[in-house]
């Protein structure tokens, strides 16, 4: 397998066409689709970015849980595109639903960032070994993986934009720290001195990497944003996304995935993980197959783990979010 980038010519006819690019109006989220601006531009592309805010930077007083988290972050620029207001949108694919909306497709997925989740602390570590520490996480998978290494800690809900929730961090006398993507601090240059990384946590999957959806007939932004695609990653977060959509159902979940492509062996790798609400349960998966079996690999991954208590767990956590 490649590691490089799709590649194409300089565009020839149509290439004065405007890609007008949907972005929400975050630093991060700007800072993406000025990603995806400049490597446009140097293929010759004219480009305009429109900004838009969402209804999950909106609504900052309720867990994501609550507001229905499938695509809360994507359906404002998703309305958009359908509406013929913006050409293609750039997201950071955790975000994306594993089903997209009928008539946008996935036109790129650029090389993976670091997938790791890292812990922002205030003063120091001791609070790791204390009973009634308390961390900030509005995400279900963070919680739940959190609660099951540190049982008797407190997660307490934060949201708001990657510098939002920096600021109420900075701002708060009882957390003892939150845990963030290390991709999302690292772009913005926001990563403090005060953090971990989280090598036992199993991310989101996807999270590190930033993918671009496009209308399904709008076949001049289909072929500029294509070449901008990574191989690697396309495959690896397709495993990853299979995974989840296997497991979940439709329902928000506390489920982790990752898969690497190992080069020297010619194999992935691949860990996924599902959590009770609480943490208590924990069933995880681990795999590594050649490359040419990858195609599957997270829906037989995800069978695994439903038919090892899995389906429990799901009906368990469908409960508990309709409470």
């Given at each position: 397998m490649s590691n490089k980038n799709n590649t194409s010519t300089f565009p020839s006819s149509g290439a004065s066409k405007l890609i007008r690019i949907g972005t929400r109006d975050s630093e991060l989220a700007l800072w993406q689709a000025k990603t995806v601006e400049k490597q446009l531009n140097d293929l010759g592309y004219k480009t305009e970015i429109i900004a838009v805010k969402s209804e999950g930077d909106i609504v900052l007083d309720k867990p994501l849980y609550e507001l229905g988290i499938t695509g809360i972050f994507t359906k404002t620029l998703d309305v958009a595109m359908i509406q013929g207001k913006i050409d293609i949108a750039v997201h950071s694919m955790k975000d994306v639903p594993t089903l997209l909306p009928n008539g946008i497709v996935q036109g790129a997925v650029l090389e993976r960032a670091s997938a790791f989740d890292i812990l922002v602390?205030?003063?120091n570590l001791d609070f790791l070994s204390e009973e009634n520490s308390t961390i900030a996480s509005s995400s279900l998978r963070r919680k739940a993986s959190w609660l099951h290494k540190y049982p008797n800690h407190t997660i307490e809900d934060i949201r708001g934009n990657v510098n939002t929730r920096m600021q109420k961090v900075a701002d708060s006398d009882t957390w003892s720290g939150a845990i963030f993507a290390e991709a999302g601090l690292e772009r913005i240059n926001l990563k403090p001195e005060k953090a971990i990384i989280l090598d036992w946590m199993i991310p989101a999957p996807a999270q590190g990497a930033m993918v671009v959806v496009?209308?399904?007939?709008?076949?001049?932004?289909?072929?500029a944003v294509s070449q901008l695609n990574h191989i690697e990653t396309e495959i690896c977060t397709y495993i990853e996304r299979q995974f989840l959509r296997t497991l979940e159902g439709g329902c928000t979940a506390p489920i982790?995935?990752?898969?690497?492509?190992?080069?020297?062996?010619?194999?992935i790798d691949f860990t996924g993980v599902l959590l009770s609400i609480d943490g208590k349960q924990k069933l995880e998966v681990t795999k590594t197959v050649a490359v040419s079996e990858w195609k599957k690999l997270g829906f037989h991954c995800a069978q695994e783990i439903l038919a090892n208590g899995g389906t429990a767990i799901m009906t368990e956590i469908k409960k508990e979010l309709k409470k």
């Open positions: 602390y205030k003063e496009c209308n399904a007939d709008d076949f001049f932004s289909l072929d982790g995935a990752i898969a690497t492509y190992n080069e020297k062996e010619d194999v």
